[in-house]
């Protein structure tokens, strides 16, 4: 006698259980040495300082249900997990916990004892994400966790680092970077928050050197930055300037004489037109200069103070310069006007202080020629994109890529392995060099190591082999690499994905050409809002925690809510109550699951559902064929949503709400024969919806399993996480059970529909009539008749069936589409209130109108039809339509009481 299923299912005192059993068991370890088929993730390593958040839950659910999916399908599965060192994010939290803790300085510690702080931080707070990732069901090979800072990536990170210095295309320069001047390093585009601020522009005079009494206006957002001014651009095409372009002005307060250009970028519209030229300070102004020779004057330290550059202003802050340069143009005559202006500013996400655009000398990569192998990836099909549309962001990036600026002055990461000799002659080096030494080329004593740790993407873009061993030969790269899938974000297609499709090509260098791109798909999910499709933030105080809905709705509930709300191509608009949704549906599986296993009896279950007969048993079965191959070519093609539709449609629709309710006497049936067809046919469907919804909501399903299995009809007799994904090729298609089953659902929903909008009690038995066009239907409903009637609680008496409605009689009727001429009749004699129900129908009517008046005058204005998005004024159409076709019903009802 198989434990009976608890009467609720407790998720908090299943999921920890069940998750344990798996990892015990080896359930998600990889066997390098097995002869299945390969299918290979590796996860996009979270931050170390990281906790999980809701664009991690979305990406982990989506990247496992891929992974339990292909496991089920019998592949060889290995899900990489692991963390990466995010070095300026970490190097800031560990030096802020150290400053409220001691008092001390990272300088004041010392390298060596502030890296030791560090490592010991990441030991006790590291791996909090990953304890998180298992609480979501991810079914990582936890064995082979890696961190982007372990000797075995270092000896990586060195390799890649020397192969590039070999073939000349690592080197370094001054160029404009992005410099947090609180924390004194360059920063990556991905560590930056635009915002919106209020702030002025500045409108200010620079005289023409030959004729001081002609004067061009620029407006500025950085009056401070003036004092780094090389030049003033106007547009070719700007007649105000046409006099202008050609000749110099003289640069307020510097004194300087700087050239006027005319440059296409130059937008007209913004302030008067002019703009001053700062290249060392404005990335688009940078690009100018290049292209006019101007020169690089920088007039900013490293900690945003003005340098001897800036004259009578060095020492000042940025903030401080701002102030005394303005009063110093305004007394001086060079200050025209002052507007309010709001524009978008760049914030450090780390110090949260403005992002300063500064030449500074730092590494580059060369990216050109390392770009062109990944642009032919996915012209030739070795990679695809999911949706499609993202290819055009990466191929757009890589045709018009730059050198990648990969030092930062921090001292958490991996030391750039540069070693320099008495005159500064640099040497890259795999091997650790001591100082001393003689250098390998000139001989001379070695006096220093390269202070500059390397950007962590210059890492994590080796993730995908050095992972699994690189650059040693191992057996995890020459069995899992390349891999299958990816899922991330569309932020990082270009500081990630592109870079890791380029590493892949250029170091995987033993591999044939068609073998080296690190993944054949690249799914880009979407992103996760709030209800009022805002991005979450701290500022806005509107992010949801997903550890929070786990405590509360269990890890079923929130995976099958994200899975329905992604939809290809589209962001979510995800609030709490999807969650909600996601636990009801867990719920009506269980309480279905339940009511089963009480009815059914242990051990095999004798009847071959291939053979089935009944109406209902036939068309159940012939759903649950077109379920498994559906779903199944779903999720090959990650169509997560489209997946996850269908089974909550099938499982809570055509199982609980129809084939259950229709077939729950037959259990008790005196006729062995059907007795024990319900029963098998009943075994299948849930034993079946079980598997195809792990991937989805795994640990509800494995617990479910369980119980199937003791009770001795599922054949496979292992756990679900590695049992074999079902086929439905035994089952014959009864297209015509499902037919027929459509006309019969739809005449009892139409009866329940007439009941409810004549508001006739639950309980009270009616008689219906039915007009049916053909012998075929009125067969189908008298093979029926015994749950027609108690579905739709209605009695079908034998004249009932297959007459035209009797002249006279007080009748609803429903057409019952898309079955041609049938009709569902529900004689109203005795059953209302026909004055109260027609003064219901006159009230409701009246609203209506007043709704569609208002509603066709709005649609009439072509000003709102015009400029209006074609969606709104779409919705507003349908919503038209509606209310026109709800009068009609309500018209026609009062017609029929009158």
Not at 111 to 127: M, P, S, T, Y
Request: glycine share 6%; proline share 5%.
């Amino acid at each position: 006698m198989t434990e009976e299923l608890a009467s609720r299912y407790q998720f908090a005192d299943v999921e920890q259980k069940i998750y344990e059993r798996w990892e015990s068991s080896g359930s998600f370890v990889a066997k390098v040495d097995s002869q299945k088929p390969k299918y290979s993730v590796v996860i996009p390593p979270p931050n170390v300082t990281g906790v999980l958040h809701m664009g991690h839950a979305l990406n982990n659910s989506m990247q496992d249900i891929m992974i339990r999916f292909h496991r089920k399908r019998g592949k060889e599965c290995l899900w990489l997990p692991g963390t990466d060192h995010a070095g300026i994010a970490t190097q800031a939290v560990v030096e802020k916990k150290l400053f409220k803790e001691q008092q001390k300085t990272r300088e004041e510690m010392g390298r060596e004892a502030f890296l030791e702080e560090i490592f010991k931080w990441k030991d006790e707070h590291g791996n909090i994400i990953l304890q998180q990732l298992r609480r979501l069901g991810c079914s990582c090979d936890w064995s082979r966790t890696r961190f982007t800072m372990d000797d075995e990536l270092s000896v990586a990170v060195r390799e890649a680092f020397v192969r590039l210095w070999e073939k000349g295309l690592v080197y370094r320069g001054a160029r404009l970077v992005n410099w947090d001047c609180k924390l004194k390093t360059a920063v990556s585009d991905d560590e930056i928050e635009h915002v919106e601020r209020k702030t002025h522009l500045w409108h200010l005079r620079y005289p023409l050197e030959d004729d001081p009494s002609k004067v061009l206006v620029v407006a500025t957002t950085r009056p401070e930055t003036m004092l780094g001014d090389t030049g003033v651009a106007v547009h070719p095409e700007d007649e105000r300037y046409r006099d202008f372009v050609g000749k110099k002005v003289r640069l307020p307060l510097v004194g300087r004489s700087i050239p006027v250009i005319a440059d296409e970028t130059v937008e007209r519209e913004f302030g008067t037109g002019a703009v001053k030229l700062t290249p060392g300070h404005d990335p688009a102004d940078y690009e100018r200069g290049k292209r006019f020779g101007l020169p690089i004057v920088n007039v900013l330290t490293e900690d945003g103070r003005i340098n001897g550059e800036g004259g009578e202003y060095e020492g000042l802050s940025r903030e401080q310069a701002r102030k005394k340069v303005v009063e110093d143009l305004d007394a001086q005559g060079f200050l025209e006007k002052i507007e309010d202006y709001e524009h978008s500013v760049a914030i450090s996400d780390r110090s949260g202080t403005v992002i300063e655009p500064l030449v500074s000398e730092q590494w580059f990569v060369k990216m050109e020629p390392l770009a062109q192998p990944a642009i032919a990836a996915v012209k030739n099909g070795s990679l695809r994109f999911v949706p499609e549309r993202w290819t055009k962001v990466y191929l757009s990036w890589l045709e018009n890529v730059r050198d990648w600026c990969i030092s930062r002055q921090l001292w958490w990461g991996h030391r750039i392995p540069v070693w320099y000799d008495e005159d500064d002659v640099p040497v890259a080096s795999r091997d650790e060099l001591n100082l001393g030494d003689a250098h390998p080329k000139t001989g001379k004593p070695l006096v220093r190591q390269d202070e500059d740790v390397l950007d962590t993407w210059a890492s994590s873009w080796l993730w995908p082999f050095a992972t699994m061993g690189w650059p040693q030969k191992h057996p995890d790269l020459d069995r899992f690499y390349p891999t299958d899938f990816l899922g991330t974000a569309r932020d990082i297609i270009y500081l990630w994905v592109a870079r890791m499709v380029m590493a892949g090509y250029e170091f995987m260098d033993h591999l044939p050409m068609d073998k080296r791109c690190p993944f054949s798909v690249c799914y880009i999910n979407a992103t996760v809002l709030d209800a009022k499709g805002r991005r979450m933030s701290k500022s806005l105080g509107n992010g949801i925690d997903p550890v929070d809905l786990i405590d509360r709705y269990g890890a079923d509930a929130l995976r099958i809510s994200l899975a329905l709300a992604t939809v290809e191509g589209q962001d979510i608009k995800f609030s709490e109550q999807r969650t909600e949704e996601g636990r009801n549906f867990v719920n009506k599986l269980w309480n279905a699951a339940r009511f089963v296993l009480s009815n059914l009896p242990d051990g095999e279950l004798l009847a071959d559902v291939s053979q089935a007969k009944s109406l209902e048993d036939r068309w159940i079965l012939h759903e649950l064929k077109a379920l498994t191959n559906e779903v199944t070519d779903l999720l090959e093609n990650c169509k997560y949503h489209d997946a996850a539709q269908a089974l909550r449609r099938f499982v809570w629709n055509s199982f609980c709400d129809w084939y259950l309710e229709i077939v729950k006497v037959r259990f008790q049936d005196e006729d062995e024969s059907s007795r024990q067809m319900a029963q098998a046919v009943t075994a299948r469907v849930l034993t079946q919806s079980l598997h195809l919804l792990h991937p989805i909501t795994p640990f509800v399903t494995e617990a479910l399993g369980d119980h199937v299995r003791s009770k001795g009809w599922d054949a496979d007799t292992g756990s679900l996480v590695t049992a074999a994904w079902p086929g439905a090729e035994d089952l014959p298609e009864w297209s015509d059970a499902a037919q027929s089953m459509e006309a019969l659902q739809a005449m009892v929903t139409a009866l329940r529909n007439l009941r409810a909008r004549n508001d006739v009690p639950e309980r009270k038995e009616v008689n219906a009539l039915l007009k049916l066009p053909d012998a075929s239907l009125t067969a189908t409903v008298e093979e029926a008749r015994s749950w027609f009637q108690r579905l739709s609680r209605a009695k079908l008496d034998a004249y009932a069936v297959d007459v035209t409605r009797p002249d006279g009689s007080d009748a609803d009727v429903v057409p019952v589409a898309p079955f041609g001429t049938a009709e569902v009749y529900l004689p109203l004699e005795g059953l209302i209130d026909k004055e109260a129900r027609a003064a219901d129908c006159r009230r409701k009517i009246e609203k209506l109108d007043q709704r569609i008046s208002q509603l066709a005058k709005r649609l009439d204005n072509e000003n709102f039809v015009k400029n209006a998005p074609e969606a709104v004024v779409q919705k507003e159409r349908d919503k038209l339509n509606g209310w026109e076709e709800e009068r009609s019903g309500l018209q026609r009802m009062l017609e029929q009481l009158s």
